[in-house]
């Protein structure tokens, strides 16, 4: 079993930064893919960035040169920078953690930071 921990959420101003962070307890990270999603208010939870174990990444392409996904595996920590905010980036953020094991898939979600950009 996995536990998944985010942090870092809050209140920007459009333009400014923000680095998530989602800490891991329960078993190693490390052979997981780990993303980030969000839901904003009055729609569907969307992929905002993926890490594969390997380290090889993939964004989401309004997310793309403005987000960067990075993981830390002696920390168990995966985060997620983002710059140059916009409105539009407003929702619940959450980070997922993603393993494909002999009885099949298993998959974790964190409870979610709040994300808000203001205008």
């Known amino acids: 079993q996995v536990q998944l921990v985010e942090s870092g959420g809050g209140l920007v101003q459009a333009g400014g930064s923000l680095r998530l962070s989602c800490v891991a307890s329960g078993s190693s990270l490390s052979r997981y893919a780990m993303g980030w999603y969000r839901r904003a208010p009055g729609k569907q939870r969307e992929l905002v960035a993926r890490?594969?174990?390997?380290?090889?990444?993939n964004y989401a392409d309004s997310m793309k040169g403005r987000f960067t996904i990075s993981r830390d595996n002696a920390k168990n920590t995966v985060y997620l920078q983002m710059s140059s905010l916009k409105p539009e980036d407003t929702a619940v953020y959450f980070c997922?953690?993603?393993?494909?094991?002999?009885?099949?898939?298993?998959?974790?979600w964190g409870q979610g930071t709040q994300v808000t950009v203001s205008s």
């Open positions: 997922n953690a993603l393993i494909s094991t002999m009885w099949g898939p298993r998959e974790y």
């Open positions: 890490i594969i174990s390997d380290g090889t990444t």
